[in-house]
């Protein structure tokens, strides 16, 4: 090969770079190691994370059981190891399950029409945003307070320079819903969006009929997110939205640290063009038979570049299959009937303890706790992480903590924390 | 070649004009350019246009193309039949696949775009 | 002679909802250990929804037989050479996956105590350490989700910088021959965007730069080695143009399977870049992500990255959120941990050397490709190329034949295409890039492969222009799709 290329040694095809940027040592990093050394690494790295406690974490990330399935198609190379689907002869597997997926996502959200994954939750938001002042030509967008606290903060660094300003709304103290009259005033000709949360940041199924009626009398868009995709199971979905953005961490996505997860954007169909995200068409090919393809393309950066809906380029689709995968699993009864045990699991922890809001939940909700930080401590005692205190992202409720109860949470985990907090 | 009866702009589109009324499309050049059209975006009703300004864009699968309008004047009709058949641009780009009409605010404008002849004469040096 | 694939293997299968029925199911969860709650009075009776219409019912046989028929309509990297221009299609390693699901990292969860996550606090200061290095850039956030994401990043921190110093600018440079994602991430962070020409050479004009390069210039976006697989050998003058005036350079690292253990940008005069975990360090494309863009960036950029950060309180790891001048969070959380975990591994199974090595033979891999296929493919420009080639289709093109059409009938020959029509500067581009994945085997495969079809350009133009012949579906009516979009499943 060095002969085809006319060079003696492999380091000659360098020779042509200016002398100023070659790097005159090797690069400060150890030598490779072994498999056996990387997973003995990991396995180091596991051992200094919590093992083998109960959790009781919720706050836009849940703790699911993962169905054996979903490692077992993620895990095949054809998936696994394939790339966007572009050329959809030889890509017919992702776009069949992506389009499965988009049919999915409507179906749950009520929505028309689903992309094929964005990010996550937190940045489908400013996509939704985005979308929503292109749409309706308008400028200000409204989001309220009970929605995820590291979402907004996320809209907040994409507005900044966009022309877009952000104002927050409130909630009912006694309720934790929505302050409708807060929206009420804050509400005018400019607003483009009102983005609310349901079921809420506190675990709320919030007022989502109320604030459509008062945003789209004003000509804005309702936009709804959610993080707890199960809620879906049993909630009624938000029929009356115009966009939905969303999590889907939940159906079969590892916590892990973070990410990576998958977000969505479901919408109604006249807001089509401005969806940003890649979208999967039902076409047929030259001999009639059903086949899928990307499709609606002149949305997308590669094309419009810099008047494109959005940059993205990446979706998150081999997790966007392990949802896909979860829902099958699951299925119509299985995930109803999954939701009505986490109802059950948080309801039944919620009555030993002092919940601090009266509103309506689903699988979270607000305990009042005197010392959450000391509570917690105790609790840990126990090989139980506790529900998050709600200081460090609401300082006007200092003795407040959010807790989640799942399918994965047992009765006897959840007698010691009311032991501990009640 | 090209249609006796419009006038033509260096960015492809056609302008007929009729007393003070003017119907735009794109060119034959144009559309075969582009190939299978898939969808159209048209101004409202009532927007005002200026010549050589934006006035909407045609997509293919694979491409965007700003259309721009070879005259100034308000938007009065816009051809709605091009939402469920974009393909009329193609099969008939100086019939049934016109754009938009415009009341003209200045007809003279019409006289600096290019003729028939001019207009494939400057085709052909693009080629 | 097709010497490398059989008729495409291909099962039949419907979609989910075709196959189900009702009352099958594939789950089974435990029976409930505390008292049944009614939907209605938990939730009110208005907030309970009816059945989810059209859902799925399959059973678990039918469900793994489903996704599996799917699977087998794929290409993928464990069947083949991706010579994907620009996407770094190199082997996905399965210890990768294997670590990645080590229990107490894949099941850690963000706001669990910092004192019972210091492991995933460890690998992301690690990986923090290695990609400065690697880049020769002085801090890094691991936050953005993938390259663009990276590149909105990148560009917001350049104008918390320029606004401190009192005037954020109006406008970014963005080469012609630019990735689509660089003019639209301008445009997201409020920017501008002036097209700059690249040179007749094909790269970066710097005496054009030089005219360009105004107060109100706020970076030059640039892909280095450029997306012609060039390396841009005036980028340290660029640099220089560019500081003189008081803008940044803004380095997209799309290309850095290149550079690595080569040259680092941080050592040419870059002040921030991403990089992409899934291109450049080996985490899998699964089909169109995830992926993961962390940023690099030059000491004076440091104040303004992403909140929070690590920093060490005596022997522990601990989050700083108290950043004044950050640019706020680009994401919730701390990144994709998982892609991360992932990318951590490659790195420590090559280490320092053998990323070097990795690095070398792809750029002759490259080589090798354009040295064989120059006698039959148009080199647009005849400048030394590093990990990936462009030709265009220009000799084709006199028998009707455009470089997607023979991407198409190169799928015939068991390979996927390469990325066809990009860069925009050439005309009918193919642009191949083998990374250093591929054998000499393979590669002489994918040569030969390419020998033949531009024969069969010449010889049989319909054979290419009709292609691919041998796959479940034939080319798919991209028209009809845009045209009348259907985008879901509804029942008849």
């Known amino acids: ?422 | 070649m090209y249609p006796e009866n419009l006038r033509y702009t260096k960015e492809h589109e056609w302008l007929l004009v009729e007393g003070d009324t003017g119907t735009v499309g794109i060119t034959d050049h144009a559309q075969e350019e582009l190939g299978d059209i898939v969808y159209v975006d048209l101004p409202r009703v009532g927007t005002q246009l200026t010549q050589a300004g934006a006035l909407g864009s045609v997509e293919s699968v694979k491409a965007v193309s700003e259309i721009y309008s070879p005259a100034a004047g308000e938007v009065t009709e816009i051809n709605g039949t091009l939402a469920d058949a974009p393909e009329k641009l193609n099969e008939d780009p100086y019939g049934a696949g016109w754009l938009v009409k415009i009341k003209l605010s200045d007809a003279a404008q019409a006289a600096g775009l290019m003729n028939a002849a001019d207009y494939e004469a400057y085709v052909g040096a693009e080629k | 002679m097709i010497e490398k694939v059989r008729e495409h293997l291909s099962q039949n299968e419907p979609l989910l909802f075709e196959r189900s029925s009702p009352g099958k199911c594939a789950y089974q969860l435990p029976a409930l250990d505390v008292p049944p709650v009614d939907p209605a009075e938990a939730l009110g009776a208005e907030n309970v929804r009816a059945e989810i219409e059209g859902f799925p019912e399959v059973s678990e046989v039918e469900a793994i037989r489903h996704f599996t028929r799917l699977s087998t309509w794929n290409y993928a990297i464990d069947h083949g050479m991706y010579p994907l221009g620009s996407c770094t299609m190199k082997y996905n390693p399965r210890i990768n996956e294997l670590v990645a699901r080590t229990e107490a990292l894949a099941w850690a969860h963000p706001y669990q105590p910092e004192a019972l996550a210091q492991g995933s606090m460890e690998v992301m200061a690690r990986m923090e350490a290695a990609l400065a290095e690697i880049t020769g850039m002085d801090a890094v956030t691991l936050q953005p989700a993938a390259g663009a994401h990276g590149e909105l990043t990148g560009i917001l921190l350049i104008r918390a910088l320029l606004q401190q110093r009192g005037n954020p600018r109006r406008k970014i440079l963005i080469p012609d021959s630019a990735h689509g994602t660089n003019p639209a991430t301008a445009a997201i962070a409020g920017y501008a965007v002036q097209n700059i020409k690249s040179s007749e050479s094909g790269v970066l004009d710097v005496s054009a730069l030089e005219q360009l390069v105004t107060d109100d210039v706020a970076a030059l976006m640039v892909t280095n080695p450029n997306t012609l697989g060039v390396f841009e050998e005036n980028i340290i003058h660029a640099a220089e143009i560019l500081h003189a005036k008081g803008a940044m350079l803004y380095m997209d690292g799309a290309n850095m399977n290149a550079l690595v253990g080569i040259a680092r940008p941080g050592d040419f005069g870059v002040d921030v870049m991403h990089l992409n975990l899934h291109k450049t360090f080996s985490t899998p494309h699964g089909g169109g992500g995830p992926g993961a863009g962390p940023v690099a960036v030059k000491a004076a950029l440091e104040p303004f990255l992403p909140t929070p950060r690590l920093k060490r309180a005596g022997k522990r790891w601990a989050y700083d959120y108290k950043r004044k001048h950050s640019i706020g969070r680009v994401k919730a959380f701390y990144g994709n941990f998982g892609v991360l975990v992932r990318a951590l591994a490659y790195i420590l199974a090559h280490g320092g050397p053998g990323l070097r090595n990795a690095t070398v033979d792809a750029v002759l891999n490259a080589v090798y490709i354009r040295k064989k296929l120059e006698p039959y493919y148009e080199l647009p420009y005849p400048s030394p190329n590093m990990h990936e080639v462009v030709f265009s289709d220009e000799r084709q093109a006199r028998h009707g034949v455009r470089t997607g059409d023979l991407a198409k009938r190169l799928i015939d020959y068991g390979f996927h295409p390469y990325t066809v029509s990009f860069p925009l500067i050439v005309h009918g581009a193919l642009m191949i890039e083998p990374t250093e994945t591929e054998g000499k085997m393979e590669i002489d495969q994918f040569v030969n492969a390419m020998i033949s079809i531009a024969r069969e350009a010449e010889t049989d133009p319909q054979l290419v222009k009709s292609a691919p012949h041998g796959t479940r579906t034939s080319r798919v009516d991209e028209v009809a799709a845009a045209r009348k979009p259907v985008l879901r499943w509804k029942p008849a």
């Open chain 1, 1 to 422: 090969m060095l002969d085809a290329c006319g060079v003696a040694h492999a380091d000659e095809l360098f020779a042509h770079l200016p002398e100023a940027v070659r790097l005159k040592r090797p690069l400060a990093l150890d030598a490779g190691v072994s498999e056996y050394e990387i997973v003995q690494y990991f396995r180091d790295r596991a051992a200094e994370n919590a093992n083998g406690y109960a959790s009781f974490l919720g706050a836009g990330v849940y703790r699911h059981y993962r169905p054996v399935l979903v490692d077992t198609v993620v895990s095949r190379g054809e998936f696994l190891t394939s790339y966007t689907p572009y050329q959809a002869e030889i890509s017919q597997g992702t776009l069949t399950a992506i389009f499965e997926f988009q049919t999915m996502l409507c179906q749950l959200t009520g929505m028309d029409v689903a992309n094929a994954s964005m990010y996550d939750g937190s940045t489908a938001v400013p996509e939704a945003a985005m979308m929503a002042v292109r749409a309706t030509g308008k400028g200000h967008v409204l989001i309220a307070r009970s929605v995820h606290p590291e979402y907004r903060e996320v809209l907040h660094t994409y507005a900044r320079h966009q022309g877009m300003p952000v104002t927050e709304f409130g909630y009912v103290p006694e309720a934790g819903t929505i302050d409708l009259e807060d929206l009420d005033r804050k509400l005018d000709g400019l607003t483009a969006a009102v983005i609310v949360q349901s079921p809420n940041f506190f675990g709320i199924v919030d007022q989502v009929k109320a604030a459509a009626e008062m945003a789209h009398q004003r000509g804005a868009l309702l936009v709804v997110v959610f993080t707890e995709a199960v809620s879906m199971g049993l909630v009624e979905p938000p029929v009356d939205a115009d966009i939905v953005a969303g999590e889907l961490q939940s159906f079969a996505i590892s916590p892990s640290y973070g990410g990576p997860y998958a977000g969505i954007l479901a919408i109604k169909e006249k807001l089509i063009r401005q969806m940003p995200g890649r979208l999967v068409g039902q076409s047929t090919d030259t001999h009639g038979n059903r086949a899928f393809c990307l499709t609606l393309a002149t949305r997308e950066q590669h094309i419009r570049r810099e008047k494109a809906t959005s940059n993205i380029c990446t979706n998150q689709a081999l997790i966007a299959l392990m949802a896909t995968v979860f829902m099958t699993v699951y299925g119509k009864e299985g995930l109803r009937e999954l939701a009505t045990q986490n109802l059950a699991k948080a309801h039944y922890l919620a009555g030993k303890l002092a919940p601090r809001f009266c509103g309506k939940f689903f699988n979270e909700f607000v305990a009042r706790v005197d010392d959450p930080e000391a509570a917690n401590k105790a609790l840990l005692k126990k090989k139980i992480i506790g529900g998050l205190p709600l200081a460090r992202f609401y300082p006007e409720l200092p003795d407040a903590v959010l807790l989640c109860a799942t399918e994965m949470n047992t009765r006897a985990e959840m007698d010691a924390v009311a032991e501990v907090l009640g």
